[in-house]
Every structure is written in C-alpha cells, then in structure tokens.
C-alpha cells in the first residue's frame, strides 16, 4: 500500500515530480477503488496543510494556485482508479461558486472526482449570481446543484440563492448540495440545502446516493 502521510507531505511541501512520479506507480499497482479514495483524501490533508501554511503567511497566493493546479492534476491522475463509471453518466451536475466568493480550488476537486464517479459536471465558475443557477437549471435540468464557497459571507450567498430557486419554481426538480470551510450542519439547514460536506470525496458518495 502507497505511504498515505508522504503523499500528504509531498502536496503540502508543493513537491510536483515526486508526487506524480509516485502517483505514477500507485496507478500502476492496480489499486482498488478504497485504496484510491485514500489516496485522494491524503492529497486533500495535503492541501489543508498548504491552506494553513497560506495563513501563516509561510506560502503566498501563487503557492495556493499552484496547488490547486497539482491537486487537479493528481486527481486526474487517479481517476482511471477513483472507480470511473466506463463512460456511462449517472447524472447531471451544475457547481458553482457562488455570488462574492472567488475561491474554486474546492470546487475543481469536487467536479474531478464527481466527474470521475460518472457524473456530467457543468462548471458555472465563481463569483456567481443566483440567476446564473437559475438560468442553467432550466437549460439543462440536472439531477443536483452544487455550491461552493470559503468566505463566511458566502454562506448568506448560498440562503439567497436557495431561496431564489425556490421562488422559481424549481427546489423540488434538484437535491442540493454546499460545500467549503465555512459550511455547517447549521449552516446547512439555515441556507435549506439537502446535504453539506467538506470532503470532496464524502460529497461525491453524497451525491452517487442520491441518483442510485
């Protein structure tokens, strides 16, 4: 089995050619999809590291893009192992991030590793307005609405939007689902989402149990 606390390591220490180079070899070990899932949940510890480093001010905005770029890409790396549904899609997926938050690192992991699990994710990006969900789940009618955000006052982003889709008629045609730093239990019931997560991996089984 590949050393989980090193690959956490290699993430928060931003060590590319180790990390992908042994990623390289777990992949072709022929791992089983649990083996892979911790893989993917060492390389979001990793990350938490590197997030806790950025507000230490040891590491600085270019360190958390290249992060985030070195997570995307490690991902990708596993999907052929992360248990990827051989092209059969189990559902349709809207995410965003939304309305004053401009973070998307959470989101990107989210929409890998769903899209992974056989999902069609439509990426709305971030900053965005609760029109901008609305407009989308009456183009494409997907099975769930992802949103994202690490600011606290995207929290109340979350609720108007919420309230927004509900307004328009639509709550009831998609389950929802938030997620990032600021998310709670609470949270969750006060915005009026069907599921919270701050794991991308606990969000994406979330999500396959609901089209199951």
């Known amino acids: 089995m590949v050393d989980l606390k090193k690959i956490s390591e ?5 060590e590319e050619d180790e990390l992908l180079e042994l990623l390289q070899e777990f992949v072709d070990s022929k791992p089983y999809e649990e083996e892979a899932q911790q893989v993917v949940s060492a390389c979001q510890e990793g990350m938490a ?6 507000e230490s001010g040891e590491y600085f905005v270019g360190d958390l ?6 997570l995307s890409e490690s991902i990708d790396m596993l999907k052929p192992v992360i248990g990827s549904s051989g092209g059969v899609k189990i559902g349709k997926m ?3 991030t939304v309305h004053g938050d401009l973070h998307d690192i959470g989101k990107n992991i989210f929409k890998s590793m769903s899209e992974a699990a ?6 709305l990006g971030i900053d965005q307005p609760a029109a901008a969900f609305i407009d989308k789940i009456k183009e494409l009618n997907p099975d769930i609405v992802g949103m994202s955000g690490v600011l606290t006052l995207a929290l109340e982003s979350m609720k108007d939007t919420v309230d ?6 639509l709550r009831d045609s998609v389950k929802i689902i938030i997620g990032g730093n600021p998310v709670t239990k609470e949270a969750c019931e006060h915005i009026g989402a069907d599921a919270y997560t701050t794991n991308a991996a606990e969000g994406v089984k979330i999500c396959q ?4």
């Open 10 to 14: 290699l993430v928060g220490n931003l």
């Open 49 to 54: 590291k590197v997030g806790d480093l950025f």
């Open 65 to 70: 893009i290249f992060a985030g770029e070195l």
């Open 94 to 96: 809207i995410v965003g």
């Open 118 to 123: 056989g999902f069609d994710v439509i990426d």
């Open 164 to 169: 927004a889709i509900k307004e328009a008629g």
């Open 209 to 212: 149990s609901w089209v199951k």
